[in-house]
């Protein structure tokens, strides 16, 4: 059985959580896209984990994990990030398998996403100023280097003095500050050494995995509506972060993916601008005050809003999502009614789906459906029948709206505050 977990709207939708109580069920925890730009966190009893590169799987003991093909890797911040769990005790040696084709993210592309984004003024996509934009541009425009070519010394300070030549010259016409080739050939050649042990062909090693059996989850990060293809394109990420990016970011074809799960929040958070048709002083003044809905990766506040039915209802088409997770259904605990956009109103047309156009998506006023809402606390709950009757109607109504089977229901940030529906 092989899953692909996905996000089901604008990321942080509690992937790392749910990734987390799946792997129970699983042998090997795949990412296959995006880079340190994803904050997945994970609360185990008093412990708190927040992972940027390295799958959620690797908080069970004996789970193995891959960091595909797919996804861009900042070798430096990788090696913090190892450093990190090994020193909570947490074993990565032979659980944690690299792929040699990973491209790496250097430090010009942090500089030019960040330059970039200071250009670009009010019109800013609100990066996480990771590189990652400029990472997947230098591999779509066949200019990136990947581990293999770490590995290699020489040929990676070759090819590194070179890029850093020519990137030099953009950051500099864009008012950034130049890099040093000796201080970036240093510190990665440092990093690449530590990581070499987990650097392998991950392609073959999958394969043969595949062939014993071995069940593989593959973790997504961000969400749908952060696709590249798929999202509200330009403010979105750079990679698939819909099902198919799971193939193509760690070479398992798309005919071993048995189910796809989608993750969504009993809202609706962004983090970074672009549209957000159901966004509500309101619900995030709430939320906030509740000291939720704060970034893990970068801290800003995320943008909130009701529950949007248009989205998720697109996420569950372009993912095939068969089963749902719903999380975070405690944020909503104290309102005594809640709103659902069930459709949107559109220049006199009522839309189903999300338009294109983000400019479109602007004009978009969302139609509501009025829920009653529980008004008392849910975090404590075990059992869906245990829920309080609005919210178990809620969490049907949702699934129901999206098209898809409700599976999972989180009512805290706990690995326990989770259950079956
Ligand atoms: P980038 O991926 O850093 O280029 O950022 C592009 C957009 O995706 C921005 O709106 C970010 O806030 C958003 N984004 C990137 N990664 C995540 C994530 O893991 N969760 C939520 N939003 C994200
Ligand atoms: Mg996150």
């Known amino acids: 059985m092989n899953t692909i977990l996905v996000g089901a709207q604008w990321g942080d939708e509690g992937k790392g959580k749910i990734i987390d109580v799946l792997t129970e069920e699983a042998d090997i925890v795949v990412r296959s896209q995006g880079g340190n730009n994803a904050g997945h966190t994970v609360e185990v009893g008093r412990e708190k984990f927040i992972l940027h590169l390295i799958p959620s799987g690797i908080l069970r003991r004996n789970k193995k994990c891959v960091i595909g093909n797919g996804v861009v890797i ?65 591999k779509a425009a066949r200019t990136g280097l990947r581990l293999i070519d770490l590995a290699q010394p020489k ?46 062909n991950t392609v073959v090693w999958l394969h043969q995995q595949d062939e014993k059996k071995k069940r593989i989850l593959f973790e997504g990060a961000q969400g749908t509506f952060l696709d590249i293809d ?31 799960v989608g993750v ?7 983090v970074g601008e672009g549209p957000l048709p159901t966004e509500c002083a309101e619900v995030s003044d709430m939320l906030h005050a509740m000291g939720r809905e704060f970034g893990a990766t970068t801290g800003r506040a995320r943008r ?44 006199g047309k009522r839309l189903l789906y999300p338009p294109n156009d ?44 999206t098209g898809a089977k409700l599976r999972i229901v989180s009512v805290g940030a706990q690995r326990k505050q989770t259950f079956e529906a």
């Open 74 to 138: 900042d070798p430096v911040s990788l090696v913090a990030e190892i450093e990190g769990l090994e020193k909570r005790g947490i074993k990565l040696a032979g659980r944690l398998f690299i792929s040699e084709t990973a491209h790496l993210v250097l430090p010009y592309h942090r500089r030019l996403d960040e330059a970039r984004e200071h250009r670009k003024g009010t019109n800013k996509i609100g990066t996480t100023k990771r590189g990652i934009g400029p990472a997947y541009g230098d």
């Open 264 to 270: 969504m929040k009993a809202y609706t958070t962004r």
């Open 230 to 260: 798929f999202g509200t394109y330009p403010y979105v990420t750079s990679s698939n972060t819909t099902a198919g990016g799971a193939s193509t970011g760690s070479g398992i074809p798309p005919h071993r993916m048995d189910r796809v």
């Open 304 to 347: 909130c809003g009701w529950f949007d039915a248009v989205a998720t209802r697109y996420a569950r088409m372009v993912n095939g999502i068969d089963e749902l997770a719903i999380t975070n259904l405690d944020g909503l605990d104290t309102l005594r009614q809640i709103q659902v956009c069930v459709a949107y109103e559109c220049r």
């Open 155 to 200: 040929v990676f300070s070759a090819k590194l003095r070179e890029r850093i030549e020519e990137n030099n010259a953009v950051i500099e016409s864009l008012g950034g500050e130049p890099l040093s080739f000796p201080e970036v050939e240093q510190s990665y050649l440092e990093a690449g050494k530590k990581l070499r042990p987990y650097i392998i």
């Open 358 to 401: 983000a400019e479109e998506l602007l004009h978009c006023r969302p139609i509501y459906r009025k829920f009653a809402g529980w008004n008392q606390p849910t975090c404590g709950v075990r059992h869906f029948k245990k829920l309080p009757v609005a919210a178990q109607k809620y969490l049907k109504a949702l699934a129901a709206l």
